[in-house]
């Protein structure tokens, strides 16, 4: 068996993995990069007090230059569609499960999700009802804001696999469990389970929370496997009773 799955680029570590895979009750997916393409393209970008939406493109991409996060490609595409020279940006934090932030002209810039803002007290009421709209069309809105002030929002959106949800039906045909488990917004991670009919939904989790989510998982008498592509699911992977990890 083991031979077989090489053909099909498939590793299995060890017997004992290839036995308990058959005892799974529950499958726990990551969102991006595993039911999603990982491939995340900007869709809207808004700005408020009539600023200049390529300023709030710029300063977003100015930050992203120093992040690996799928969502940093999708803003420094969108500024290098529109031709815009990059801001140099000092004391750069990658904040997990957050966002980015830096210094650009002296000035705190940041790009993130509502706990960065409420992290240094940005009021963001202007843009919130529009960010659930975004968010229940699935996409993924992040603020920027600079010199505390809110300066606008940016969304991107990752289309789901074009096999996710065969897939997904596939294991309900043999009795499993599906769960998402995502650092993303709840209304985008909603509106991305419901296209390929997930059962269960945890969102908002910090990276180094989803290992616990798993665990407590098996408490429920969940034989679990986790399914996960990036670096910040390598201890919900390990605390799997049997984890997958995909690349591309
Ligand atoms: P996932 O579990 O889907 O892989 P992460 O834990 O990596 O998600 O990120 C959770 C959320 O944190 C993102 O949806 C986004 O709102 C925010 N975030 C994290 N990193 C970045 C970044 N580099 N730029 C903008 N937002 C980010
Ligand atoms: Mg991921």
Redesign the pocket.
Same mark, same amino acid.
């Given at each position: 068996g083991v031979g077989k799955a090489a053909e099909y680029g498939i590793l299995i570590r060890n017997g004992e993995a290839l036995q308990q895979a058959g005892n799974i009750t529950t499958v726990v997916l990551?969102?991006?990069?595993t039911v999603t393409e990982g491939k995340p393209a900007v869709t809207t970008i808004e700005s408020v007090r009539g600023l200049d939406e390529n300023e709030v493109l710029l300063i977003a991409a100015s930050l992203?230059a120093g992040?690996e996060?799928p969502?940093?490609q999708a803003v420094l595409n969108a500024a290098t569609e529109k031709q815009l020279a990059l801001g140099n940006v000092e004391n750069f934090k990658?904040v997990?499960?957050?966002?980015?932030t830096g210094e650009i002209n002296n000035q705190l810039t940041m790009?993130? *999700?509502i706990k960065l803002m409420q992290s240094e007290s940005i009021d963001v009421s202007s843009l919130k009802s529009r960010v659930s709209e975004l968010a229940k069309l699935g996409q993924?809105p992040?603020y920027v804001a600079r010199d505390k002030q809110l300066m606008g929002l940016i969304a991107v959106a990752d289309p789901v696999k074009q096999d996710s949800k065969l897939a997904i039906e596939r294991l309900h045909n043999i009795g499993i469990k599906v769960v998402m488990l995502?650092?993303?917004?709840k209304h985008t991670a909603a509106a991305v389970a419901k296209q390929v009919n997930i059962d269960e939904v945890i969102a908002e989790?910090?990276?180094q929370d989803k290992a616990d989510k798993v665990a407590s998982l098996q408490q429920g008498n969940e034989v679990v496997a986790m399914v996960g592509d990036?670096i *910040?699911d390598a201890p919900a992977l390990a605390r799997a009773d049997v984890g997958f990890a995909i690349g591309s």
């Open positions: 990551d969102k991006t990069g992203e992040s996060h969502l940093a990658a997990s499960g957050q966002g980015v790009l993130g *999700n993924t992040m995502t650092g993303d917004n989790v910090m990276p990036g *910040n």
